[in-house]
T-cell receptor, first 110, second 115 residues
Framework: DAKTTQPPSMDCAEGRAANLPCNHS???????VYWYRQIHSQGPQYIIH???NNETNEMASLIITEDRKSSTLILPHATLRDTAVYYC???????????FGIGTKLQVIP | GAVVSQHPSWVICKSGTSVKIECRSL??????MFWYRQFPKQSLMLMAT?????????EQGVEKDKFLINHASLTLSTLTVTSAHPEDSSFYIC???????????FGSGTRLTVV
């Protein structure tokens, strides 16, 4: 799996958009970008994933650069419940193991 | 969506005893499951890949005789921590991938405390 790098922490004001960057400059052509988040003492929760195109679902939007070397997860209107550690992962389909980096600890501030 | 159930959610055991953690895929079959361990304020660390009907594949540095993994069916993998010691106290998480689903689904985790 490609290595990803993320800032260790970020703050965001409640109600504002939270933009979480991820660098995956060594990603290969068949690897997807996945985003998960982990709230304290819970298992990681799937947020969104994409290959080349930008994606949007009810939770977030994923913007992937044209060269696919980086991406940004956007939480359009952050709430206090979005406070969590967010993990960006690059992985191919199939059953390959997934390894986690340190993630970004997002603190949403009232 | 795909659901992975992990049980128990927490357990306290005495040093020297063994503890079994179950991971079930509730609405899909999982030929492969993964076991992670997470220490406080750290990221998830992959311990092993559990393969249905065959031996698990352990990551470097993980003792296979201490962390026994059994994946006897397409919906159940178990992790047994044998002869547990206080340093084994951690948060253990399993995950599985549904073939037609969105990436990997994680269990809710098991908090193990060895006293």
């Amino acid at each position: 799996d490609a290595k990803t790098t993320q800032p260790p922490s970020m703050d965001c004001a409640e109600g504002r958009a939270a933009n979480l960057p991820c660098n995956h400059s060594t990603i290969s052509g068949n690897e997807y970008v996945y985003w998960y988040r982990q709230i304290h003492s819970q298992g990681p929760q799937y947020i969104i994933h994409g290959l080349k195109n930008n994606e949007t679902n009810e939770m977030a939007s994923l913007i992937i650069t044209e060269d696919r070397k980086s991406s940004t997860l956007i939480l359009p209107h952050a709430t206090l419940r979005d406070t969590a550690v967010y993990y960006c992962i690059a992985a191919s389909g199939g059953y390959q193991k997934v390894t986690f980096g340190i993630g970004t600890k997002l603190q949403v501030i009232p | 969506g795909a659901v992975v159930s992990q049980h128990p959610s927490w357990v306290i055991c005495k040093s020297g005893t063994s503890v079994k953690i179950e991971c079930r895929s509730l609405d899909f079959q999982a030929t492969t499951m993964f076991w992670y361990r997470q220490f406080p304020k750290q990221s998830l660390m992959l311990m092993a890949t559990s393969n249905e009907g065959s031996k698990a594949t352990y990551e470097q540095g993980v003792e296979k005789d201490k962390f026994l993994i059994n994946h006897a069916s397409l919906t159940l993998s178990t992790l047994t921590v044998t002869s547990a010691h206080p340093e084994d106290s951690s948060f253990y998480i399993c995950s599985a991938r549904e073939e037609t689903g969105y990436g990997y689904t994680f269990g809710s985790g098991t908090r193990l405390t060895v006293v």
